[in-house]
């Protein structure tokens, strides 16, 4: 019975609960007291936030960083202060969240929907292609963790006169050539909403910039508009918006960034290489997740490619017989970006590798609260579920 599926009546390859993620450092209970005791729980009356904002900007090596409400609140932001409004094209991947798509439409511009390579990330040839004189910017996103291929896209958008923004809700920590996702273009933006690398208490976002103008502009924005400068400091000298984090979520934040380096990441990267190790030869497993010096992953999750040729069942499928073995969090791709309903009714250009991807791809959990057990047991599963559908 145990090669036997347990979505067809054999035993599951665990019954024991796995750690959920997220799980706040334990100083964070005390440390919220504090604020909730003052009442000063709001970013303009303590100076959590800002310590939040100088503790990201040092750990990324940028001189700006603005907290904000949600990373798609960041993206807006971002787009925004670097002058994108109606009538511009940004051209973004397909194969992200819809939150990605959305920031152009919030500034009255118009998403243009680009193929990805295989390893997932948006393709520097068919970026280059999509370029007109309506092109003002380019949204990339390190989806998974992975990271862009920011060595041909900067140079090629410079080129153009684009402008860069990072998406890196699910990249922190990674790397190209030794800099920080984020640092490469013209302002990253992270997420810290509940199922993120850190959470900032469920919701929360960061802009960073090395752009003085950019990062005043942002600052302005998600505070109602107000000037930060003479010669009227205070005043609404535009349409902003309310995108102000909390000193309570800048406290939680700061906690995370407190033990990134010495706990989150190395584990995420550790989990990863016992599924390469498990995977590396496997029969059908078409690729792993890319990780390179040049391109160093951070592993928010770890998507496994397979040769859909090679078994009986798609994905999803597969994603079923997963969970009712006891694996939790064998998550859903979600579509590609136009075909959402916003977008479905306007006639994008579908993307076919993309789409191709997203349909061979089985998502894997990793988070730092897993031990090494949980990931070999979770490998374990896998191979179960692929032995059984194998041709």
Aim: aromatic share 8%; proline share 6%; charged share 25%.
């Amino acid at each position: 019975m145990h090669d036997v599926l347990a979505l067809h009546g054999g035993e599951p390859t665990t019954r024991e609960p796995f750690p959920p993620w997220p799980q706040f450092a334990e100083r964070t209970l005390q440390d919220i007291l504090e604020p909730l005791k003052t009442g000063r729980v709001a970013s303009w009356s303590g100076g959590r936030v800002i310590e939040f904002e100088n503790r990201w900007a040092a750990w990324l090596g940028v001189p700006h960083a603005v907290a904000c409400s949600s990373g798609t609140a960041a993206l807006h932001l971002a787009l925004l202060a670097l002058g994108i409004s109606a009538g511009d094209e940004v051209i973004l991947p397909s194969h992200t969240f819809v939150s990605t798509a959305l920031a152009p439409l919030h500034v009255g511009a118009t998403p243009v929907f680009c193929d990805v390579t295989d390893d997932q990330t948006i393709d520097p040839r068919a970026l280059e292609r999509l370029v007109t004189n309506r092109t003002r910017a380019v949204i990339v996103v390190h989806l998974y963790g992975i990271v862009c291929d920011m060595e041909r896209i900067v140079p090629l958008a410079h080129r153009f006169g684009l402008k860069v923004v990072e998406d890196c809700a699910q990249c922190v920590g990674g790397e190209t050539a030794g800099k920080k996702a984020g640092t490469n273009g013209d302002a990253g933006c992270f997420s810290f909403s509940q199922g993120k690398h850190i959470s900032s208490g469920g919701e929360g976002g960061m802009i960073v910039t090395a752009d003085d103008r950019v990062a005043g502009e942002c600052r302005s924005l998600r505070d109602y508009g107000r000037s930060l400068a003479e010669p009227c400091p205070g005043a609404h000298v535009r349409a902003g918006f309310n995108c102000r984090l909390t000193e309570l979520q800048a406290i939680v934040g700061l906690n995370e960034i407190a033990r990134l380096d010495s706990w989150n990441l190395p584990r995420r990267r550790g989990y990863a290489r016992i599924y390469d190790h498990a995977f590396a030869q496997f029969p059908g497993v078409r690729s792993l997740p890319l990780n390179a010096a040049i391109r160093r992953n951070a592993y928010w999750k770890y998507p496994l490619q397979l040769s859909m040729e090679s078994f009986t069942r798609d994905t999803e499928e597969l994603r079923r017989a997963l969970c009712a073995e006891g694996i939790p969090d064998a998550g859903s791709v979600w579509p590609e970006a136009y075909e959402e309903p916003i977008f479905a009714e306007k006639g994008f250009p579908r993307c076919p590798n993309a789409e191709a991807v997203r349909r061979r791809t089985l998502v894997l959990a990793l988070p730092p609260t897993w031990e090494k057990s949980h990931v070999e047991t979770c490998a374990a599963a896998v191979k179960k579920v692929l032995r059984a559908y194998r041709r």
